[in-house]
């Protein structure tokens, strides 16, 4: 993969994930991360499977990535873009799905920069 696509999809992933690897590993122990998501034949969400292999990007070195750290890179920017237009109304943003589905692939939509 030619280094200037790399370094665009590492720029849009950092772009993407505003939640730390302690935050998001944290978060992933919750009821509420566990709660939401679709399930595709185990007992963890597809989202939550996503937070678990984010936390492990977001400690690997950028020389160490491999082509498909960069793919699961892509698809999480494409994922939380996707995921932001749908937001809810403003009073249920808190505690919602919405919310909860975005921090399981590392993006708190209520945290600021």
Do not use: C
Not at 20 to 29: H, K, M, S
Not at 78 to 106: C, F, I
Request: negative net charge.
């Amino acid at each position: 993969m030619p280094h200037d696509d790399q370094d665009d999809i590492r720029r849009d992933f950092a772009e993407a994930v505003n939640m730390t690897a302690g935050e998001l590993e944290q978060w992933l122990e919750t009821d509420e991360s566990q709660s939401v998501g679709q399930r595709s034949g185990s007992d963890e969400s597809t989202g939550h499977q996503s937070g678990r292999r984010i936390v492990e990007l977001l400690r690997t070195r950028k020389d160490d990535l491999t082509d498909d750290d960069l793919a699961h890179m892509r698809k999480v920017h494409g994922y939380v873009q996707r995921h932001l237009a749908q937001e809810p109304a403003k009073e249920d943003v808190e505690t919602s799905n919405w919310r909860y589905s975005l921090m399981n692939w590392g993006h708190d939509p209520l945290k600021t920069s």
